[in-house]
Each structure stands twice: as C-alpha cells, then as structure tokens.
C-alpha cells in the first residue's frame, strides 16, 4: 500500500520560513520523482517543484528563489523549504510520486500564512 505523509503545516507569519516533509512507503522511492503542489481556495492546484530520483530539480513559474526541494532517498523522504513566507503562499501542499503510469498523492497539508 502506497502512502505519502506530509507534515510540517501550519500557521506562520509572513516573512517566516516552513520546511515541508513527505515520508513514502510502499514505493521504491528512488525511481520515482517526487513533487510539491498547492491548491488555494478557488484555484487551480499549481505544480510548487519537482524532484527526480538523482535529485534534478524544477520549479513552476515564479516559484524559483523561496522555495527550495530536496529528498533524502535514505530516508524515503521529500522536503519543501519555503523561506519568506507571503500571505498568497496560503494553500494545501500536496506531495506526489511518479513513475512512469504511476501517479499518487498524499493528503496534503495546511499552510497559512497570516499576522
């Protein structure tokens, strides 16, 4: 049974900085690339970054510079650095794996930023 847990949401102040994680099991973590999207109330969900299993990194538009992804194949672990946290940065983060056909989720996670 595939899982991805994300956790490290919750509720910040702009300027702040949050490191998502997603902890994988029931994949071979390696052969998949893992990913970060958001989905804000009333939009779109918005692909965040991408990384592959030899850690080669993409970012969607205007996400490069405060958001940072890296993974830890030891571990089965997909991180998500957001430094400078903006009130628009507010959504649910989801974690994803793919490979190939293969395509999962996880639940997601809150992040809100707010004074």
């Known amino acids: 049974q595939v899982q991805l847990v994300e956790s490290g949401g919750g509720l910040v102040q702009p300027g702040g900085s949050l490191r998502l994680s997603c902890a994988a099991s029931?994949?071979?973590?390696?052969?998949?690339?893992m990913g970060w999207y958001r989905q804000a109330p009333g939009k779109q969900r918005e692909v965040v970054a991408t990384?592959?299993?030899?850690?080669?990194?993409a970012y969607g538009h205007s996400m490069k510079g405060r958001f940072t992804i890296s993974r830890d194949n030891a571990k089965n672990t997909v991180y998500l650095q957001i430094n400078n946290l903006k009130p628009e940065d507010t959504a649910v983060y989801y974690c994803?794996?793919?490979?190939?056909?293969?395509?999962?989720w996880g639940q997601g996670t809150q992040v809100t930023v707010s004074s």
């Open positions: 990384i592959t299993g030899s850690s080669s990194a």
């Open positions: 029931g994949i071979i973590f390696n052969m998949y690339t």
């Open positions: 994803n794996a793919v490979y190939t056909t293969l395509n999962f």
